[in-house]
């Protein structure tokens, strides 16, 4: 784990931060055929709107943005494909980035544990995520935090893209 980092929640001036992550990122996931998000997605004002919904954490390290999540309650429509009952909530990562420069240091685990304390907080006992077919290092990620592969789907608005989707229940006794 990294040292001095803190996880809290965005703000808009984090935004900036955040967008230089996305821009980093970007070519180093298309470079590994992993076309999720691109030139255009996602942009300032996902951004900003993840931040007036009070849905965006931040991980600082030394005082620098160094990962970003959005840790939300929207689960996509599709999920359905999977059996998944998308009217039972759950909290879903969504925009999860980590800086190339801070990679290997267990941010991307930090975020996702936060989802988890988000959960506990509000008493939700169910996580999802979902992530591109071509994301090999989150895939690995997920297992090792508790997160049960659910299976592929395709999503309307990223048409020619598949997503692995995993879950976690908090209480496995439910």
């Known amino acids: 784990m990294a040292h001095d980092i803190i996880i809290r929640e965005a703000n808009l001036a984090d935004v900036s931060a955040i967008m230089q992550i996305v821009k980093d990122v970007v070519p180093l996931m298309q470079a590994a055929g992993n076309f999720q998000w691109s030139d255009d997605y996602p942009n300032p004002d996902v951004f900003e709107s993840d931040i007036a919904l009070n849905q965006l954490w931040v991980v600082e390290d030394d005082g620098n943005v160094v990962g970003v999540a959005a840790i939300t309650t929207e689960q996509y429509a599709e999920y359905a494909q999977l059996g998944w009952d998308i009217n039972e909530i759950a909290i879903v990562v969504h925009r999860l ?7 290997g240091r267990g941010i991307a685990a930090a975020l996702v544990a936060e989802a988890d304390r988000e959960a506990a907080r509000r008493g939700i006992k169910l996580l999802r995520v979902d992530t591109n077919s071509q994301n090999k290092a989150i895939q690995k990620l997920f297992p090792k935090m508790g997160y049960d592969f659910g299976g592929e789907i395709t999503l309307e608005f990223r048409p ?3 997503f692995y989707c995993y879950q976690k229940r908090l209480d496995p006794s439910v």
């Open 97 to 103: 980035a980590v800086s190339p420069h801070f990679q």
């Open 160 to 162: 020619g893209l598949s």
